[in-house]
């Protein structure tokens, strides 16, 4: 079951539910420096160059390598990172068994990244090549599509069909698969007796390839905490949510996700509210 608990006419759930949202405003207290975002300059594909804010995703994964050191005895699956289009997550999972309950916690940002290029002349220099190989590649693609055409032609006329509408000459490419593979290769060729024409094409590959390397995403945030339900539907902030299930087979690991609240005892709500605070206590500690 997940934190916060419905059965609040118990006090031991009372209790458990309000160390909930201390760990809940400890964390975003504690993740925020490591978000604050900062102007940093970057150029546009115009070759604008214009500041846009970020943060420094590298403080984040320092601060949670230190939040799984800091907690012992809970079992931890690392640094998680997760894309979707320009949606970002990175986060930890943590779990601990206590008694005969199992915690669980995820803790974590989701965030915007957004892409622009590195302030660096080599930019427009190489948007400069590409539109010059573009027109270079223009002239020659021209060529080559003329001399394809008078094959095609040439071909058709060989096989007595110059004079058909376009509409017989479409009916006779689907019902001979033969006579279309043939034209198909013929045009194909063409291209090898263009070998400026493949170079020009493997030039733009460098080039593009080269302006990859050029490109550099900025990442964007909000310290905000957000529930499971508004990190599923792609609101970004800081995520934090805690799971609570019942141990059925401490062999297998198998665990009930049902907890009854009526039966859970003082001692046993103890047990998970000091789990809770041991991870308050290492995030103060970071």
């Known amino acids: 079951m997940r934190l916060p608990l419905k059965d609040t006419s118990n006090s031991n759930i009372q209790e ?8 809940s405003e400890c964390f975003v207290r504690s993740i925020s420096p490591k978000i604050s975002m900062h102007e ?3 150029m546009l594909a ?6 846009s804010p970020t943060f420094d995703i ?9 939040l799984i050191r800091s907690l012992s005895g809970w079992q931890s699956s690392g640094i998680s990172r997760s894309k979707i289009e320009d949606l970002n997550r990175i986060y930890c999972e943590f779990r601990k068994s206590v008694g005969k309950y199992n915690v669980r916690g995820y803790f974590g940002i989701q965030f915007h990244t957004l892409p622009y290029y590195q302030v660096n002349k080599k930019v427009l220099d190489i948007q400069r090549n590409l539109r010059e190989l573009e027109n270079e590649g223009i002239r020659y693609y021209s060529q080559i599509s003329q001399h394809a055409n008078n094959m095609i032609a040439e071909e058709l006329s060989f096989r007595g069909l110059a004079n058909m509408s376009e509409d017989e000459l479409f009916r006779n490419l689907l019902e001979n698969e ?4 043939d034209l198909v290769k013929k045009a194909e060729s063409i291209e090898s007796g ?4 493949l170079h020009i094409d493997y030039q733009r590959k460098l080039l593009f390839k080269e302006l ?7 990442y964007q945030v909000s310290p905000v905490l957000i529930d499971y339900n508004k990190l599923m539907q792609g609101e970004v902030g800081v995520a934090m949510y805690v799971d609570v299930g019942t141990i059925k087979n401490e062999k297998t690991g198998a665990i009930d996700p049902f907890v009854n609240t009526e039966r859970m005892s003082s001692v046993q709500s103890e047990q998970i509210i000091s789990a809770l605070l041991q991870v308050q206590d290492a995030m103060d500690r970071i």
Do not use: A, C, W
């Open 16 to 23: 458990i539910n309000s160390i909930f949202y201390r760990v």
């Open 40 to 42: 940093v300059n970057v």
């Open 46 to 51: 115009d070759g604008t160059v214009t500041q």
């Open 58 to 66: 590298g403080k984040v994964s320092n601060f949670y390598e230190h």
């Open 178 to 181: 033969g006579l279309y593979g």
């Open 194 to 197: 263009f070998p400026q024409f």
């Open 212 to 218: 990859e390397n050029l490109v550099i995403e900025l």
